[in-house]
């Protein structure tokens, strides 16, 4: 079965650009997350959202914005980029059981590189 | 989320168990221990979760303390391909509640 899909894999912007990943989750997965992770560092949380509806919020950025649409995907969009955003960005996906819990059993996908210069 | 702490690193020889603690002590009775590992720059893997039983699946197993201030992991015949940072995280068990990533353990497994 296909896994979480990040496109675009690598993306190179210049400061003070705009940037938008995208992230297909695993059929049927109803949650997805973003994660950020800096050279050297731990995966930082970002935002998670659950049947289209934001559902957590860590520290992303007031110059990030990220939705979840109809069918699932998520879009994380980053403006007025800064060197300090060149990261890895990965998505993750889980799936749903009953009664809004789910087993936390995270799928991540491969990770979209993000350079700025 | 309760903060956990793990030892920085870890070495274990190939084919030998490897043991990677986690210290809990202020958990709630909603949360979970969840265990998930990171081989260098790819996305982190879930290996296994439980609440206050013991849990063993195909990849690890996972002893949780009777007051589950505390939790080990146990990969039962480590290979190079185990070594990875190794994160303990505790949640409750709600969909779309973050998965927080603090400071895991490198475990290297060397032959």
């Known amino acids: 079965a296909a896994g979480v899909i990040q496109s675009p894999r690598h993306l190179i912007k210049e400061k003070r650009e705009t940037a938008t990943l995208k992230c297909y989750p695993i059929s049927r997965h109803d949650t997805v997350y973003w994660y950020q992770q800096g050279p050297g560092q731990d995966p930082q949380f970002l935002i998670s959202f659950y049947e289209k509806m934001q559902s957590d919020k860590g520290s992303i950025p007031d110059r990030f914005s990220a939705q979840q649409f109809s069918d699932y995907h998520s879009e994380l969009n980053m403006s007025s980029l800064e060197l300090g955003d060149s990261a890895l960005y990965f998505c993750?996906?889980?799936?749903?059981?009953?009664?809004?819990?789910?087993?936390?059993?995270?799928?991540f996908g491969e990770g979209s590189r993000l350079t700025v210069l | 989320d309760a903060k956990t702490t793990q030892p920085t690193s870890m070495d274990c020889a190939e084919g030998r168990a490897a043991n990677l603690p986690c210290n809990h002590s202020?958990?709630?009775?909603?949360?979970?221990v969840y265990w998930y590992r990171q081989i260098h720059s790819q996305g982190p893997q879930y290996i296994i979760h439980?609440?206050?039983n013991n849990e063993t699946n195909e990849m690890a197993s996972l002893i949780i303390t009777e007051d589950r201030k505390s939790s080990t992991l146990i990969l039962p015949h480590a290979t190079l391909r185990d070594t990875a940072v190794y994160y303990c995280?505790?949640?409750?068990?709600?969909?779309?509640?973050?998965?927080?990533f603090g400071k895991g353990t490198t475990l290297s497994v060397s032959s």
């Open positions: 993750a996906s889980s799936r749903p059981t009953s009664g809004g819990l789910n087993t936390g059993e995270l799928f």
């Open positions: 439980g609440l206050k």
């Open positions: 995280i505790v949640r409750v068990n709600q969909a779309g509640t973050a998965l927080i």
């Open positions: 202020t958990i709630s009775g909603n949360e979970y």
